[in-house]
């Protein structure tokens, strides 16, 4: 069966800079296919080629079947762009008939799609209203709206819950799942290890243009799972300080990050009580105590064996932690 996208050595430099370095991977049809990664790893440069904004500088890539430049892929795809394109000075109404005219539906369809869309995206009651006046929860789930007018099989989303309030995460999020209960594929960029795995049925880590991994959101709880962990500061810092953290029996591994010690754990629970024991024992006074969620830079290393480095930082920090996983 043809993929709903496929991806083949896709690459795209501005100038000497690679912000994405020969990628390739496949989506299937009726997947949600997450492409995770942090700040500048290269998600949205991907999402501008695959619908056609930017020209890659390398590689090629397919949308069901069709090259990604073509009109037939174009007539497929929907895209919602991490920067929001409706006009605030139009109404909700206004800006999704204006959408279905540039993709030229007659005006009985224009009608039709732009009520049953602002009836789906919760919108109805207030479709006359300058778009001004909207939350950005309301916009966004607008913009989601206009990039469904043309009936896309495959959806792109850039970052399609980023710094929207509790209650609209949850709303544009059942609404992705509903998108694709009927029918809709698709490619779904985040930042978010949560929202990954809550909605993706297969997740790509992105890292500095390269994909470190991918695989099902089973395997990145199972590394979120190893990846928690309780940060502690003593007020002494003894030499055997580390192998006698090691040996509480909670404890999976130290790390030393300036003053304080990254413990990781299964159990941050059992790992507290064991600290404060062990404080008491050795007469270490406790100066803080943290307990942390995993982070997507600690699984990104526990998956690949790779740091992530943040683009801008020095990448003398890149190195290999151990020989696991990796590419
Ligand atoms: N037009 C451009 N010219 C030069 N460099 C660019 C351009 N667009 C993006 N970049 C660089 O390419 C890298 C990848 O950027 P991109 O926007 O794809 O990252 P991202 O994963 O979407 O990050 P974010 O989570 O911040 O949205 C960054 O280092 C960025 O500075
Ligand atoms: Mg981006």
């Not at 850039?158 to 594929?185: C, F, W, Y």
């Amino acid at each position: 069966m043809t993929s709903a996208i496929s991806v083949s050595e896709l690459t795209k430099k501005f100038g000497e800079f690679t912000a994405v370095n020969r990628i390739s991977f496949d989506v299937e049809v009726g997947e949600i296919f997450g492409f995770l990664g942090p700040n500048g790893a290269g998600k949205t440069t991907t999402t501008r080629m695959l619908t056609g904004i930017s020209s890659p500088t390398e590689g090629r890539a397919q949308i069901l079947g069709h090259e990604i430049h073509s009109f037939a892929a174009k007539e497929r795809m929907g895209v919602v762009t991490d920067l929001s394109n409706v006009y605030n000075d139009l109404s909700a109404w206004d800006n999704l008939i204006f959408t279905a005219k540039l993709y030229g539906l007659n005006r009985r369809k224009r009608e039709e799609k732009a009520a049953e869309l602002l009836d789906l995206f919760g919108l109805t009651e207030v479709q006359d209203n300058n778009v001004r006046e909207f939350s950005g929860g309301m916009k966004r789930r607008l913009t989601i709206a206009m990039a469904l007018v043309n009936d896309a099989d495959v959806l792109f989303l850039d970052e399609p819950t980023t710094a929207l309030d509790v209650q609209s995460v949850k709303m544009i999020r059942n609404l992705i799942l509903h998108l694709n209960e009927t029918g809709t594929t698709i490619f779904l960029t985040t930042h978010n290890m949560a929202e990954a795995n809550e909605l993706c049925s297969r997740i790509a880590i992105i890292n500095q243009g390269l994909i470190g991994a991918i695989g099902t959101p089973e395997n990145l709880k199972l590394a979120m799972d190893k990846m928690h962990s309780v940060e502690v500061a003593f007020d002494r810092i003894p030499e055997t300080l580390v192998s006698d953290l090691n040996q509480l029996s909670s404890v999976r591994e130290v790390q030393k990050r300036g003053d304080k010690y990254k413990i990781f754990t299964l159990t941050p629970a059992e790992t507290l009580k064991e600290l404060f024991t062990f404080s008491q024992a050795t007469n270490l006074e406790l100066m803080s105590v943290n307990t942390l969620g995993p982070s997507l830079e600690d699984v990104f290393l526990e998956l690949t064996g790779q740091e992530i480095v943040h683009r801008g930082e020095s990448q003398t920090r890149m190195h290999r932690r151990n020989n696991g996983g990796g590419r």
